[in-house]
């Protein structure tokens, strides 16, 4: 039932009554200058891959000393995005500053320009309850309220919205145990992403002791060990998973959304291929990833700036990926890119320029034996997180408004992350 009518003493208090700080961020420099540190900076563009854990992307620059004192980002920050927007997503998503978050990067870090540094007062609000407030604002999809778009680009009105948005606050003790019980799924996704990121790097390492991909000229090419742009039916039209350019990781195989749309052109792919960005700059920042979402015998399709490498015998996915990982194949790729700056492409018949050394047959039984069972655990793992986001979603709202207790929702939580 919702908390007016259990009567529990509830507030609503405007976001700017709750904030003890909130500045701009800034950009830095990308070289070192007289009175700078080094810092390490987060765009609105980092968000959602921050959300599953890559945060190797974040560029490194240069910020002045004086100006970091209010721009440092501290655990219980909350990041607020108020640039970059589009037509089917208005600006307003956040972060929570973590010392876990803090630790990964490993350098002082601060908010770029576009967006906001949110210092919540913890004597007057759980400053992760706010942020779960916000979360669930944006989910909602309030924030399209605050967009401003008189300039063409879709700004966040930060100002109106700290004089305008009233959060929902029911006593402190209250606060907690909501941002705890949805911060357990957090932290159950952040443990399976964790486990996924040491699998890869096991296997990659096992990659890289068992073959030699280096160039090798009396070897044989990559297009007769692997298919190139397998071909792979798909009526134009027909609705099925779509895998848009903007879901592949830089770091990490597993792809964590998609959605259904009628199939137009573009790649095709299905289970058990991998996909390897072509175009400038995602290829340079090594957007890669393997596909094992589809149901049994779909097709998927996705955006032309895809190379599509599938399986041959015994090529199997695990080394594929390892291979368009690996740090020589993916420099042949980028030495190889022609066309117009700014749009240059690796086409994919390269790929038969590209040799190797034979791999050993016992090798690749060796590396299979090992690495598909992992790369299924990983999928598993990745399954595992969806299923708690999805949970943590379906939760956000019914806690925040009280219709859900915080007792039932930790019986709901215990079950998922075992």
């Given at each position: 039932?919702?908390?007016?009518?259990?009567?529990?003493?509830?507030?609503?208090?405007?976001?700017?009554?709750?904030?003890?700080?909130?500045?701009?961020?800034?950009?830095?420099?990308?070289?070192?200058?007289?009175?700078?540190?080094?810092?390490?900076?987060?765009?609105?563009?980092?968000?959602?891959?921050?959300?599953?854990?890559d945060i190797a992307r974040l560029?490194?620059?240069?910020?002045?000393?004086?100006?970091?004192?209010?721009?440092?980002?501290?655990?219980?920050?909350?990041?607020?995005?108020?640039?970059?927007?589009?037509?089917?997503?208005?600006?307003?998503?956040?972060?929570?500053?973590?010392?876990?978050?803090?630790?990964?990067?490993?350098?002082?870090?601060?908010?770029?320009?576009?967006?906001?540094?949110?210092?919540?007062?913890?004597?007057?609000?759980?400053?992760?309850?706010?942020?779960?407030?916000?979360?669930?604002?944006?989910?909602?999809?309030?924030?399209?309220?605050?967009?401003?778009?008189?300039?063409?680009?879709?700004?966040?009105?930060?100002?109106?919205?700290?004089?305008?948005?009233?959060?929902?606050?029911?006593?402190?003790?209250?606060?907690?145990?909501?941002?705890?019980?949805?911060?357990?799924?957090?932290d159950k996704i952040e443990s399976?992403?964790?486990?996924?990121?040491?699998?890869?790097?096991?296997?990659?390492?096992?990659?890289?002791?068992?073959?030699?991909?280096?160039?090798?000229?009396?070897?044989?090419?990559?297009?007769?060990?692997?298919?190139?742009?397998?071909?792979?039916?798909?009526?134009?039209?027909?609705?099925?998973?779509?895998?848009?350019?903007?879901?592949?990781?830089?770091?990490?195989?597993?792809?964590?959304?998609?959605?259904?749309?009628?199939?137009?052109?573009?790649?095709?792919?299905?289970?058990?291929?991998?996909?390897?960005?072509?175009?400038?700059?995602?290829?340079?920042?090594?957007?890669?990833?393997?596909?094992?979402?589809?149901?049994?015998?779909?097709?998927?399709?996705?955006?032309?700036?895809?190379?599509?490498?599938?399986?041959?015998?015994?090529?199997?996915?695990?080394?594929?990926?390892?291979?368009?990982?690996?740090?020589?194949?993916?420099?042949?790729?980028?030495?190889?890119?022609?066309?117009?700056?700014?749009?240059?492409?690796?086409?994919?018949?390269?790929?038969?320029?590209?040799?190797?050394?034979?791999?050993?047959?016992?090798?690749?039984?060796?590396?299979?034996?090992?690495?598909?069972?992992?790369?299924?655990?990983?999928?598993?793992?990745?399954?595992?997180?969806?299923?708690?986001?999805?949970?943590?979603?379906?939760?956000?709202?019914?806690?925040?408004?009280?219709r859900i207790r915080v007792p039932?929702?930790?019986?709901?939580?215990?079950?998922?992350?075992?």
């Amino acid at each position: 039932m919702p908390w007016v009518v259990v009567g529990v003493m509830i507030k609503r208090v405007l976001i700017r009554q709750l904030v003890k700080n909130a500045v701009g961020g800034g950009w830095g420099y990308d070289a070192p200058r007289p009175g700078t540190d080094q810092v390490a900076v987060i765009r609105g563009a980092d968000f959602p891959f921050i959300a599953v854990g890559d945060i190797a992307r974040l560029p490194i620059r240069w910020e002045a000393r004086k100006k970091l004192s209010s721009r440092l980002l501290e655990p219980g920050d909350i990041v607020l995005e108020i640039s970059g927007g589009t037509t089917d997503r208005p600006t307003g998503r956040t972060i929570y500053v973590t010392e876990r978050l803090l630790a990964k990067i490993g350098l002082p870090t601060i908010p770029a320009s576009f967006c906001r540094l949110v210092r919540i007062d913890s004597n007057r609000a759980d400053p992760r309850y706010v942020y779960w407030w916000l979360q669930g604002m944006y989910a909602s999809g309030r924030t399209w309220s605050y967009q401003n778009r008189s300039t063409g680009i879709a700004n966040f009105q930060f100002e109106h919205f700290l004089d305008t948005e009233k959060v929902q606050l029911p006593p402190l003790e209250v606060q907690r145990g909501i941002a705890a019980t949805l911060g357990a799924l957090d932290d159950k996704i952040e443990s399976n992403r964790r486990v996924i990121e040491l699998i890869e790097d096991l296997v990659r390492a096992h990659f890289d002791k068992l073959f030699d991909v280096g160039l090798d000229h009396d070897g044989v090419s990559l297009s007769s060990l692997v298919v190139v742009n397998p071909q792979r039916r798909l009526r134009y039209g027909d609705p099925t998973t779509y895998v848009g350019m903007s879901s592949l990781s830089e770091f990490s195989a597993e792809i964590y959304q998609w959605d259904t749309k009628p199939a137009g052109s573009g790649s095709r792919f299905a289970n058990g291929d991998v996909l390897m960005a072509r175009i400038t700059p995602c290829l340079e920042n090594g957007k890669t990833a393997i596909v094992d979402m589809l149901k049994p015998d779909e097709v998927g399709w996705g955006s032309t700036e895809y190379i599509v490498l599938g399986p041959r015998g015994d090529i199997k996915t695990p080394w594929i990926y390892c291979l368009a990982r690996h740090d020589e194949v993916r420099s042949f790729a980028i030495r190889s890119m022609t066309g117009s700056s700014g749009r240059q492409r690796f086409k994919a018949d390269r790929f038969d320029e590209y040799k190797i050394t034979p791999p050993d047959v016992a090798a690749i039984e060796e590396f299979n034996a090992i690495a598909e069972p992992l790369f299924s655990r990983m999928t598993q793992l990745r399954d595992e997180g969806l299923r708690a986001m999805a949970l943590r979603d379906t939760l956000l709202p019914e806690l925040l408004s009280g219709r859900i207790r915080v007792p039932e929702a930790r019986a709901a939580v215990q079950e998922a992350v075992g």
